[in-house]
Structure formats: C-alpha cells, structure tokens
C-alpha cells in the first residue's frame, strides 16, 4: 500500500507561534494527488487543499501554506500566527494512479492554546 | 448548493440489532465511497461503487453492506452491530473518468453508538 505518513501525533502551541505539519507521502505513481483536511470537534472533514504532482509551487492562503517537496515526498503545512480556532485534526492524504481512493495518514492533533 | 447529506447526523442502535445509515449526494458523481473513523483514528475505507459496481476492501468484515439504488442515494447497512462498530461514518463521492482521484465531497459524517 502506499502509505501516507504524519509523523507527528499531537502538536500544542501558544496562540500567534507558527506552526508546521509534515506530511510524508509514498507512491509508485506518475500522476497523483495529495491533499490536506481540517476536521474539528464536530467530526466533518473540511477541505482545505489539493496539489497534483506535476505542480510543485507552493501555495498561501491567508495564514496557510504548503511546501510541497516530490525530491523528498513530503507536503508540509504551515500555519503563521495560529489562532485558538486552528485547534482540531489535520489529515494528509493521497490519491493516484489507477487507484482512485483516498489514502489518509494518521493525523496531527494541533491544539491551539490562548 | 450542491452536496452531500447523510442522515442522520447521529444514531444509537442496540447491540446486534440491524441499522442503516444513508447518504445522499446531488452532484451526479459516478463514485461514492463509505468511511470508518473511530475515535482518534484516521478514516478507513469500507468500500465504494463506481456507478453500479461495489469495491469491498480487503479487510472489511461481512457485517458492513452497502446498497446504491441509483446515482444519487448510497446506503451502509451494518447487520449486527457489534460495540467495536461504534464510529463516525464518512460518505464521500467524486467523478470517474479522467477526473477520478482529482476532488472528493464529503458529507458531514453520522455518528453512530451501540449500546
């Protein structure tokens, strides 16, 4: 299988630090997909972005941003200055290939302290 | 807007007593695809039709069936929950074709406890 791996388990912060999580990703594929979600509390998972392979630019939103990496397969995720409501799981996951299914890693819990 | 909906948002069923839990979507994605999040765990796949044809995973226990009566309603049927059933049920779908793998919808996930 090829896996999708979160190093880190749980991640606490004081309010305002930045803060990163690594994603480290595995596949045989030319063309795949990897993606991040929010899930807080309440339990649905929130989109928040998609990269494919052939696009290695790194993106910000706002307070996000991702460094997506294919020489060491990782698609780290940076909050800057978090905010109590950045508190809640953030999975990576992978699609690709002929295999179309959504592959999740085990998720960083990130809370948020004031 | 266009989404998906499960319903509903939260179910207590009785030990080894059937339950169905049912997802909607309006998208007309060709794929839909059912979830297992247990506590503190990443989402799991059960299984997912492509259209009309079922994909069971490996692993997944014959207790978990599923139905898709058209495009647009996909059921999880569980026969005789079990305590270790109890989870977040995730419903997803997304296009075939070239597209598949590009973008997935999830809907907002039942919650379900065996007592």
């Known amino acids: 299988a090829q896996k999708v791996t979160q190093a880190q388990t749980e991640i606490s912060v004081v309010e305002k630090e930045d803060v990163t999580l690594d994603c480290v990703y595995e596949?045989?594929?030319?063309?795949?997909?990897l993606f991040w979600y929010k899930q807080p509390p309440s339990g649905e998972l929130v989109f928040l972005i998609r990269?494919?392979?052939?696009?290695?630019q790194n993106e910000i939103s706002g307070r996000y941003s991702w460094n997506f990496q294919k020489s060491t397969s990782s698609f780290n995720f940076t909050i800057t200055a978090s905010q109590v409501v950045d508190s809640a799981v953030y999975f990576c996951?992978?699609?690709?290939?002929?295999?179309?299914?959504?592959?999740f890693g085990k998720g960083t819990l990130l809370t948020v302290n004031p | 807007d266009a989404m998906v909906i499960q319903n509903p948002r939260y179910q207590v069923t009785q030990f080894g007593k059937p339950v169905t839990l049912s997802c909607s979507q309006t998208l007309n994605h060709n794929v839909m695809y059912w979830y297992q999040q247990k506590s503190s765990q990443a989402p799991k796949l059960l299984f997912h039709?492509?259209?009309?044809?079922?994909?069971n995973e490996a692993d997944t226990p014959d207790n978990f069936q599923s139905r898709r009566p058209n495009t647009s309603f996909c059921f999880l049927d569980i026969r005789s929950p079990g305590l270790g059933d109890a989870a977040m049920y995730l419903c997803?779908?997304?296009?075939?074709?070239?597209?598949?793998?590009?973008?997935?919808?999830f809907g907002s996930g039942t919650r379900l406890t065996v007592v």
């Open positions: 039709y492509y259209d009309k044809d079922f994909n």
């Open positions: 596949t045989r594929d030319t063309t795949y997909y």
């Open positions: 990269r494919n392979s052939f696009d290695e």
């Open positions: 996951a992978r699609s690709g290939g002929s295999n179309y299914k959504l592959t």
């Open positions: 997803a779908t997304s296009r075939g074709g070239t597209a598949r793998g590009y973008g997935y919808t």
